[in-house]
């Protein structure tokens, strides 16, 4: 499993690597739901064959960015650019590079 985690999420050309990207910081969401979702994000990712990329907005509840407190899941391929996709469900077959998950089931602060 640690093998595939790698390999998914280290891509040789991260540029044109699918991407996931998950935001931290829903309204109502503490930190256990935030482990939680963080999960969540990085099970879909995998599922998806996607490189799982975190958010950087503060919680609503500080000025602390959660992604700051995990270990990069990946050491070459951390950031995103271009067109994004929102979405509340990530399919396998999607074919948007990147694709922006917004939960339905808290609402997010923008």
């Not at 390999?7 to 503490?30: E, F, I, S, T, V």
């Not at 992604?67 to 995103?80: E, G, I, M, R, Y």
């Amino acid at each position: 499993v640690q093998s595939a985690l790698i390999r998914l999420q280290n891509p040789p050309d991260c540029r044109h690597a699918k991407k996931l990207l998950c935001h931290l910081n829903y309204r109502g969401c503490g930190l256990g739901c935030l482990m939680e979702h963080t999960s969540y994000c990085l099970i879909t990712a995998l599922a998806t064959r996607r490189v799982l990329v975190l958010s950087e907005k503060p919680w609503i509840y500080s000025s602390l960015i959660i992604k700051q407190f995990f270990a990069p899941v990946s050491s070459t391929c951390t950031d995103f650019e271009g067109p994004v996709k929102k979405t509340t469900e990530v399919s396998p077959n999607e074919t948007a590079r990147l694709v922006e998950y917004i939960s339905d089931d808290w609402r997010l602060i923008a």
